[in-house]
């Protein structure tokens, strides 16, 4: 029996393996094991991309893009090929990846200093590479998993490699075979037509008592691992056979799929799945934009908890809601976190963001380093204000959290920098961004262009913006 294995490492080496970005062939296999692990892309990307997140997924450089593009539609192909060639194939389902790749396409808006190139990016998942119609794959753990009455023949290979499973199966057109306890989630289920496909959770295997990294960081397997690799394929080949033989039929010849020897009922249903698949591929692709324009929404939401790149892209988006022109900059030599300007005034920020302390002196001293590294550029004339902008205590909820910067930081901020609490800045811009209050926003900018070395106070929200703290002035108390 001709064996291989994608994306899974066969304990022992027993199955010869192949990677996500391989261009091989499943055809000559007869026993096929399948997980869109993409780690190699993502190991590529970390070599060539310097990109960050976007709307908190992994956002992919072009050059990953298209090896993800090559390698989702390569193995889409040879999946369906080996399916209906007759092939058993089991897919693991384990390794979920849902992130943005780059399309290619490039849009300009503005003109000047306000000119914008935009990079259009779409959301892909791991396993659109799978093209039998598993359902929506949710990413849920658990280990209280049951066999179904159509699932008996799982109960050897579950008995001994059964564990915990990464994913289940949403709407999905399978068999199920193994359900959550409740029986409401498919966690592992079969499609026959005309070949089987067998979607498990991943064997249980004790890797720590199997293997090793090496001091190259490589993983070797021991000696111990055969033995436990080659049990597993037996089960395996064990299943291939039993369904094998479940099905009964034998798979239709390529020539008996001809238009002249199909039954007009034949042709009716078929019509009618085409559409009903059209009509899937609507809804996927309206719920794909749903969730674009629902992570899109969020965004500003991240003043409230994030640090990071994440926590610097809602600070901008901020910006931009109550006027500000607002944008990071990296020209490979600098890096600012935020470089923002309205009415004549131009500012530099830095983003801090703490789980359980104030923001210190520390990321102050940074801000002021990078306002002297800016004005040396041959392009600047004036020093940029300096606003170091600060999500403290940034896990606990608004109410319970304590100081946003330490007293060092505010008072080496005198006459220096001004501070903003990123709550603060949220109300502020949501109330913008919900109401078109341009007077507010107005104000909103004139209280940094007036705080010098202090706290900045946004103007009260009027009463009527839901979430506003009920005092009307800073959540923090300053």
């Known amino acids: 029996m001709n064996l291989i294995s994608v994306g899974f490492d066969w304990p022992g080496n027993c199955v010869p393996y192949a990677d996500y970005t391989s261009d091989r062939s499943l ?43 090559k390698a989702t539609n390569h193995w889409k192909r040879e999946l369906s090929a080996a399916c209906k060639a007759g092939k058993t194939i089991v897919i693991f389902l384990s390794g979920y990846w849902d992130l943005y790749y780059d399309t290619g396409q490039v849009t300009f808006s503005g003109t000047g200093r306000n000119a914008r190139k ?7 998942s791991s396993f659109d590479a799978i093209p039998f119609p598993i359902g929506n794959v949710i990413a849920a753990s658990g280990s209280e998993v049951v066999t179904t009455s159509d699932g008996t023949i799982l109960k050897p290979y579950w008995s001994r490699f059964g564990g915990e499973y990464e994913l289940y199966l949403s709407g999905a057109r399978v068999e199920p075979m193994l359900t959550t306890k409740a029986g409401e989630r498919i966690v592992g289920g079969l499609i026959a037509n005309p070949g089987s496909v067998l979607l498990l959770p991943l064997p249980a295997i004790d890797h720590e008592a199997l293997g090793s990294f090496d001091k ?5 397997w021991n000696k111990k691992s055969e033995a436990v690799g080659q049990e597993l394929l037996g089960h395996f080949v064990e299943l291939a056979k039993a369904l094998s ?20 009922a034949e042709r009716k249903a078929m019509q009618d799945l085409a559409a009903i698949d059209a ?6 692709r309206a719920k794909q934009t749903a969730v674009k324009d629902r992570d899109e929404a969020a965004l500003l939401r991240r ?28 020209d490979g030599l600098l890096e600012f976190d935020a470089v923002f300007e309205a009415d004549g005034h131009r500012f530099l920020g830095e983003a801090e963001g703490k789980v359980a302390k104030a923001v210190n002196v520390e990321k102050l001293s ?18 940029a204000k300096g606003v170091l902008f600060g999500n403290a205590y940034r896990l606990t909820e608004l109410k319970d959290r304590g100081d ?12 220096r920098a001004c501070l903003v609490s990123t709550p603060d800045l949220f109300f502020a811009a949501r109330y913008v961004s919900e109401s078109k209050d341009l007077d507010f926003a107005r104000r909103c900018r004139e209280a940094i262009y007036t705080a010098d070395g202090e706290i900045v106070v946004f103007p009260p929200v009027p009463c009527e913006n839901p979430g506003a703290p009920a005092s009307q002035a800073p959540i923090h108390g300053y």
């Open 303 to 330: 003043l409230l908890f994030e640090t990071g790149k994440p926590l610097e892209s809602a600070i901008l988006r901020a910006l931009r809601i109550i006027g500000f022109s607002a944008d990071g900059h990296d």
């Open 27 to 69: 055809l000559d296999a007869d026993l096929i094991f399948f997980v869109p692990d993409l780690s190699p892309v993502i190991r590529h990307d970390n070599m060539t991309s310097t990109l960050d997140d976007y709307q908190g997924k992994r956002r992919l450089g072009a050059s990953a893009s298209q090896m993800l593009l």
């Open 404 to 415: 946003f910067f330490t007293e060092k930081c505010r008072i080496s901020a005198k006459g």
């Open 366 to 383: 940074q801000l002021l380093r990078n306002i002297q590294d800016d004005f040396a550029r041959d392009e600047v004339t004036v020093p």
């Open 118 to 124: 935009t990079l259009h990016v779409d959301l892909i």
């Open 216 to 220: 190259s960081d490589n993983w070797k």
């Open 245 to 264: 033989a479940k099905a009964r039929v034998t798979p239709p010849p390529e020539w008996s799929w001809a238009p002249a020897l199909r039954l007009e």
């Open 279 to 284: 009509e899937i591929q609507t809804m996927l």
